[in-house]
């Protein structure tokens, strides 16, 4: 069984993002940029399921700038086979995405696609959702637990309160939440052995879909910020202020 393994190069989650001062977008001079958490939550169950025997070959694939390819190698460290670099001219938006993905699919045909649930730069939430109804396959999001075996793959899904299990058939789309795993980190003899592993790259203009931005970013601002807490003397002065100044009672 092939695992194909999307992954996106996002702002490392550590980074303070700032907005740019014309509010086009965020920052990303200079800004150190890593692979989407999510998106390693999956390279690390795709991993477990090949070194569980149950996958025979692991498959990053990343769309966008050729610097992505860092994002792969990381990939190809924690444990993936191969990768495939789709690169564009033009920004891709989440449906040129899953259009890209849905070509390489063809292609490659593996029997699950696991994604993260969300790129946390743009937290569209949208990929796998649309990947999967592009293809026709099953979908489970939020996955928290994946079990796969002959044909078939069970995933506990995360849903508020509580958790609920689908058995999909494969070919299936699934996307990751926080809980599924806990990635490991890349040893250095992993990260160099990565170096070797081949990785192709593909122009996105070459693979016949239309890759043209539907969305016009507006503006992008700041959330207000905060005001500071005060230190209440007593009891009664928190009653007070929740009834007078807050007036939440
Ligand atoms: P999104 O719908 O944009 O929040 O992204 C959901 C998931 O789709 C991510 O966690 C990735 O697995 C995948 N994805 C999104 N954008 C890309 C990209 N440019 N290259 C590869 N995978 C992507």
């Not at 793959?153 to 509580?162: A, F, L, N, S, Y």
Request: charged share 25%.
């Amino acid at each position: 069984m092939k695992i194909l393994v999307p992954v996106k190069r996002v702002v490392d989650y550590n980074v303070k993002v700032r907005v740019k001062a014309d509010q086009s977008g965020v920052e990303l001079a200079n800004v150190k940029m890593a692979m989407n958490p999510f998106d390693e939550i999956a390279i690390e169950e795709a991993v477990r399921l090949k070194e569980a025997g149950v996958a025979s070959e692991v498959v990053a694939v990343s769309c966008g700038v050729p610097a992505c390819q860092e994002t792969l190698r990381a990939a190809l460290a924690i444990g993936a086979d191969r990768a495939v670099l789709v690169t564009s001219v033009v920004e891709l938006q989440p449906l040129a995405v899953a259009k890209i993905l849905k070509a390489i699919v063809e292609k490659e045909a593996p029997s699950l696609v696991i994604l993260g649930k969300q790129a946390i730069d743009d937290d569209a939430n949208q990929v796998g959702q649309m990947l999967a109804a592009l293809l026709d396959w099953p979908q489970a999001t939020f996955a928290s637990k994946v079990e796969a075996s002959d044909g078939q793959v069970r995933v506990t899904r995360e849903i508020d309160g509580g958790l609920e299990t689908l058995a999909m058939p494969l070919p299936a789309v699934i996307t990751t939440d926080l809980r599924l795993n806990e990635p490991r980190y890349a040893t250095l003899p992993n990260i160099m052995k990565a170096k070797k592993k081949p990785l192709e790259t593909v122009a996105g203009e070459s693979l016949g879909v239309d890759l043209a931005p539907r969305l016009t970013t507006l503006k992008v601002v700041e959330p207000p910020s905060r005001k500071a807490g005060i230190l209440v003397a007593d009891v009664a002065q928190l009653v007070d202020k929740l009834k007078n100044e807050a007036q939440v009672l």
